[in-house]
């Protein structure tokens, strides 16, 4: 007896998935909620694991394949002797490049429609369905297969393509091809619509780390023995944050058509770099938190991310997002919108300058701060206001204890 196994809900807004790694092959012995494949997503990637125990008898989703929600990704056969018949299949599947061999010329018929992705990518290289061969379940066309008639010269490649610059010959064995993965995709996409869609503008601003520094040196032993987790920078700078988006609603808002949405909650998402590219995991309802308890959301955020292991809800509904460019390094930046948020402030490295202070030049540790905002939604003076405001909070943190 054969177990399907289809794409699970994948989360609010989101309709689709690529496949990404398939962790196991055919005829390989796997046990209940052993995950099966990778897939990824606009924001996550997704381990799907296995229904039963058995032999995982059937792949019908290739590597790179884009898949709707519940679609048929696979079979797997319960009990052990299910192992026969997937050993068999290899052998079957080996027939099939000798037949097109025989016939190269006579594409395989289905009475089933191409899959979405296949029949988008034939539109745009302007191949008719007829000149591709489908290795899908009852010959169906998969993105797969339009993408091996484009590499074989069996259809015409896309008109863009002929345009991108040739390397020289001498380069080219140098170079090498990688397809972006589904969450790299994202992101530039995003990035790029938060730029032609906003209009973004960015203030800046510096802040003396002196006070929260000598506050953090004086109780960061003792604020981990009590709550268990390392008092970091991410506390203070959330905290302040969210008192100053209390004073300037317009940044903690979004416009929709020619509505503007303020939002009366503050969901702030916190930049994370991974091997996979940048996720803004949310701290949920950070204004209503202490600063031992954001820390511990945050740190146990960063670990999900770093492992792959956030879930959709982790990932949905920031109001307002901080990215900390610091850590790598960076002295001065300007954040891009995280659409469709009207606002994103931008840490950085804590340098020592010299400071003119009552009359005299002093040594201090200071952090560049830059808020982008989006000017259709924030004005100019609203803008600086807020950024003034973070400064203040951090500069005497005591107003953040006592909400002033």
Request: with cysteine; charged share 25%; proline share 5%.
């Amino acid at each position: 007896m054969a177990t399907e196994v289809r794409v699970p809900t994948l989360g609010e807004s989101v309709s689709e998935a690529t496949i990404g790694t398939w962790l196991k092959k055919v005829g390989d012995t796997v046990k209940v909620d052993e995950p099966l494949v990778e897939l990824e997503t606009d924001k996550v990637s997704i381990e799907v694991p296995s229904p039963v125990s058995g032999v995982l008898s059937e792949i019908l989703a290739k590597d790179g394949e884009t898949v709707e929600v519940n679609a048929l990704l696979a079979q797997v056969s319960e009990g052990e002797g299910a192992a026969a018949p997937a050993a068999a299949k290899p052998e079957a599947k080996a027939e099939a490049p000798a037949a097109k061999a025989a016939a190269p010329a006579a594409p395989a018929k289905s009475d089933m429609p191409a899959a979405p992705s296949a029949q988008k990518l034939m539109a745009e290289n302007k191949i008719d369905a007829g000149d591709v061969s489908g290795s899908g379940k009852r010959g169906q066309v998969l993105k797969g297969d339009v993408l091996d008639a484009i590499g074989k010269g069996s259809a015409p490649a896309a008109a863009p393509a002929a345009a991108r610059p040739a390397s020289s010959a001498d380069d080219a064995p140098r170079e090498e091809r990688v397809k972006m993965t589904r969450l790299r995709q994202t992101i530039a996409r995003r990035l790029k619509e938060a730029q032609n869609t906003a209009a973004m503008l960015t203030t800046y601003n510096e802040v003396d780390m002196t006070a929260v520094m000598e506050l953090r040196t004086k109780y960061k032993d003792l604020f981990e023995k009590k709550h268990g987790v390392k008092l970091g920078f991410m506390g203070f700078f959330t905290k302040a944050v969210c008192h100053a988006l209390k004073e300037v609603p317009g940044v903690n808002a979004e416009m929709d058509a020619t509505d503007i949405i303020y939002k009366n909650y503050c969901h702030v998402g916190v930049a994370v770099g991974t091997d996979k590219g940048l996720v803004v995991p949310v701290v949920r309802d950070a204004d209503q938190m202490s600063i031992a308890e954001i820390e511990k959301e945050i740190g146990r955020l960063g670990r999900a991310a770093r492992d792959g292991e956030l879930s959709m809800a982790d990932m949905q509904g920031g109001t307002f997002t901080i990215s900390n460019g610091g850590v790598y390094g960076s002295l001065m930046s300007s954040p891009i919108l995280n659409s469709p948020q009207s606002g994103v402030l931008g840490m950085h490295k804590i340098q020592e300058r010299p400071m003119a202070i009552g009359g005299q030049v002093v040594i201090r540790p200071m952090m560049y701060l830059a808020l982008s905002y989006d000017h259709r939604v924030v004005d100019g003076k609203e803008a600086v206001t807020f950024l003034v405001r973070v400064k203040e909070s951090l500069e005497d943190p005591e107003r953040l204890v006592l909400d002033l």
